[in-house]
């Protein structure tokens, strides 16, 4: 998964950047982040959205600040990492905020909020609790 700061347009593809799409939480361990004890109301949001992500991707992103897990045989002998599901994301959540902005987030932001006190910006945890 590619670093993008939060607050700046969201970029897919080839497509123009929308000044109204704004990215949040596209962390990186080489990216100090903002951190904050998350509240209990703003988690459980968070998690009902992520639950259900759109734009799924072929296979998943691990988490960057989560120690590298270890590798496993499957089944069929094929070597895997050995990975908690919470710390793998494969989508994006899509928060609709004031002002005709939208805020796009990859589904591990939970894991991100959660393990790591990631703060993700006001904006955003005020679109995600107004959503409800």
Known sequence: MAYYPDLTPFVY?????D?????????????AIATAVPDAAFVAA???IAADPINLYRG???CDFCPHPPTILSPGGIPMLDSPRETRGNGEIWVEGQGGLTYVAPALIH???????????QAFIDALMAAR
């Open 13 to 17: 593809g080839g497509a123009e950047p």
């Open 19 to 31: 000044p109204a799409i704004l990215n949040i939480g596209w962390l990186c361990s080489d990216h």
């Open 46 to 48: 968070l998690a009902k």
């Open 60 to 62: 998943s992103h691990l």
């Open 111 to 121: 894991h991100y909020v959660v393990a790591h006190h990631y703060a993700p910006p």
